[in-house]
Nanobody, 128 residues
Framework: QVRLVESGGGLVQAGGSLRLSCAAS????????VGWFRQAPGKEREFVAV????????YYADSVKGRFTISRDNAKNTVYLQMNSLKPDDTAVYCC?????????????????????WGRGTQVTVSS
């Protein structure tokens, strides 16, 4: 069993930055791929980014490409999401999720059902 805990959310003005962290306890993250998803009130859960176990493969939603960066430190059992140039549309609860496979599943990385373990999320609010 892997327990995931997100942190780093908060209130920020448009154009600002935040760095989210996803820490694993219990079993480690290795060799799991880890994704970030977000859900705004009244909207479907949305894929944000994913990273392979090695960190060598990363994929992003078009809406965040060029602004967000996913990274990981396996020694610390932590995955990060650096979010820059934030917009009000980025306001959501951000959750991390782990897929117990080392690689990013082609064609499946953006689907919540691909991931086995989920954190409870951290709120990100971007004011205009």
């Amino acid at each position: 069993q892997v327990r995931l805990v997100e942190s780093g959310g908060g209130l920020v003005q448009a154009g600002g930055s935040l760095r989210l962290s996803c820490a694993a306890s219990g079993r480690t993250f290795s060799p799991y791929a880890v994704g970030w998803f977000r859900q705004a009130p009244g909207k479907e859960r949305e894929f944000v980014a994913v990273i392979s176990w090695s960190g060598g493969n990363t994929y992003y939603a078009d809406s965040v490409k060029g602004r967000f960066t996913i990274s990981r430190d396996n020694a610390k059992n932590t995955v990060y999401l650096q979010m820059n140039s934030l917009k009000p549309d980025d306001t959501a609860v951000y959750c991390c999720a782990a897929d117990p496979t080392p690689t990013v599943r082609p064609g499946a990385w953006s689907y919540p059902r691909t991931y086995t373990y989920w954190g409870r999320g951290t709120q990100v609010t971007v004011s205009s």
